[in-house]
């Protein structure tokens, strides 16, 4: 296993459109959790997965934002009618249980033009 | 709330210093904090992870420190190197939350010169 993997690295949109990223955690790690990171400032959290179950969703997670798991493996996480503020780094973690060391993937940096 | 603080922002050094970053938090209801680098347009890698009931851990040139009473951890850099150059980023999972889910600091810009 290689590690948390994110696709895409790089996505630019035009303000209003779709977005969609996929997250693939370490197998066997039941934790997904997904985060958001501007320029200048550590990552923020933004939802977290205990298998396929979405167990807390923060603030910062507008209804224009939702994110999946399906099979308790990988997660979606869909920006609908992306806006200006919305770029930023999306990272994804993911641990195999709470209290143990969290592993990120290498981000999805997202640009709304 | 759990609030992550790291000062300074940022740190320039000239190679061969050894150097300390630190990190403070509000809550010492802690599961356990970590300590990851990051370098620009890229992802987290873990340095160092402290559980609770730990004082430190060490991994090569890397020494990171925790006082959970006084909420503040160190992290000790030896013998700095340019390739040292990044941000520094710590990270507590606070106790108080069933989600594990991590506090972060805004981080150290660390630059080593040559």
Request: hydrophobic content about 30%.
């Amino acid at each position: 296993d290689t590690g948390v993997s994110q696709d895409p690295r790089h996505k630019i949109t035009k303000r209003g459109q779709n977005v969609t990223f996929r997250c693939d955690p370490i197998s066997e790690h039941n934790r997904l959790y997904w985060y958001r990171q501007t320029l200048g400032q550590g990552p923020e959290f933004l939802t977290y997965f205990q298998n396929e179950a979405q167990l807390e969703k923060s603030r910062l997670l507008s209804d224009r934002f939702s994110a999946e798991r399906p099979k308790g493996s990988f997660s979606t996480l869909e920006i609908q009618r992306t806006e200006q503020g919305d770029s930023a780094m999306y990272l994804c973690a993911s641990s195999p249980r709470e209290g143990t060391e969290a592993f990120f993937g290498q981000g999805t940096r997202l640009t709304v033009v | 709330k759990q609030e992550v603080t790291q000062i300074p922002a940022a740190l320039s050094v000239p190679e061969g210093e050894n150097l300390v970053l630190n990190c403070s938090f509000t809550d010492s209801a802690i599961y356990n904090l970590q300590w990851f680098r990051q370098d620009p347009g890229k992802g987290l890698t873990s340095l160092l992870l402290i559980q609770s009931s730990q004082r430190e851990q060490t991994s090569g040139r890397l020494n990171a420190s925790l006082d959970k009473s006084s909420g503040r951890s160190t992290l000790y850099i030896a013998a700095s190197q340019p390739g040292d150059s990044a941000t520094y980023l710590c990270a507590v999972v606070g106790f108080n939350t069933n989600a594990g889910k991590s506090t972060f600091g805004d981080g150290t810009t660390l630059t080593v010169k040559p």
